[in-house]
């Protein structure tokens, strides 16, 4: 018990600091929740229709058309700029990669979560 309460003041905590974090290119926390008896410790993100990064890339191979170098070009600028907002605040990503990069419906904005 006292270790779910330690976990659940730790998640608690770093959803406390990365609430504050606002940027165009950084995927919006929308809420918070524990799961009944606490068994699991949940968030709600904005929903981004275009899905992630390595599901594009994976149809990208299997049709290049899909994806052009100047949405690769844009992709980059934009999370450029995320990772940029992030390091100025003190904050550390982690985790970087394909997987974690979502898209809008449209596939022109990119966004970390």
Do not use: C, Y
Request: no cysteine; net charge positive.
């Amino acid at each position: 018990r006292e270790k779910k309460s330690r976990v659940s003041n730790f998640f608690h905590r770093k959803v406390d600091e990365i609430e504050g974090i606002t940027h165009p290119n950084i995927v919006r926390l929308e809420g918070l929740g524990e799961e009944r008896g606490g068994h699991r410790l949940l968030f709600a993100s904005e929903l981004m229709l275009g899905g992630n990064l390595k599901d594009a890339l994976d149809k990208a191979r299997k049709n290049p058309d899909l994806v052009t170098p100047t949405m690769r070009d844009g992709w980059l600028r934009q999370l450029f700029t995320a990772l940029d907002h992030i390091h100025r605040r003190g904050f550390v990503h982690g985790e970087v990669k394909p997987a974690n990069l979502l898209l809008s419906e449209d596939w022109v904005t990119i966004k970390l979560a």
